[in-house]
């Protein structure tokens, strides 16, 4: 099978990469610029995982590479987060996180349909949202409003699947927190703009610590299985747990 996988450099992206090559697969491996090509690149040859490494960045014209790919399975991985009071994070903050969650991935979802569709395959998408898109967490709005527009959108299409009886599976993927870095990233960027704002960050760093789950192990064998199953499944939430905190969260306080 070959597979697309954007945001791949590191974290789910990059695990599920290695264990498709392990399997055999081919894999096109993308990352948003050229350095993290080369450590990409440096990283499997130490992994002693083939795949095809290259720079797409959703934001630019790079996107219309794959026209060039025979691809019969995407996993649309790639993703950014601000962290911030919604009233507060400047414009460009916001449709850096919109344009590069939403728009960007979805044109580039539709590149790759298209392409399976003129192809005439089984095609499989999968589209990475989030645990988080399902209820509100302070000062994570911009990025928990994205994935929630994501989950929707993959809902949406997986309904169309169904009315119109398209060969093309969709599977959303809504993983919850995991130790990859990005979280750390994302609540760096916080948005601040007086003193009173600095005591934030913290408290999210110390809620991700205590959330964030450090073995993906589980998260990437249950992908993996889904993408080299015939049938996939419409959503996968894991860690199982966590999604059930949620649940119990959204029946006391939502």
Known sequence: MRVLITGASSGIGYKI???LGKRGHLVYMTCRSIKEVFCLRKKLELEGVSAVCFKLDLLTDDIYLVRKLEIDCLV?????????SLLTIDDKGLREVYETNIFRSFLLLKEVYWQMKKRNIMGKIFVTSSLISLFPIPFLGVYSSSKAAISMLVKTLQKEEKVLGDTIQFCLIEPGAYKTGFNQVMVDSFYNYNSLNTTIPIYQRKLFALLESKNMDRLVFKIVK???HKKTKKILRIPFLQGVLLKIYGLFFG
Do not use: D, K, L, P
């Open 17 to 19: 990469g290695v264990e």
């Open 76 to 84: 649309n991985q790639a993703g950014i987060g601000v962290s911030g």
């Open 226 to 228: 889904e993408i080299e």
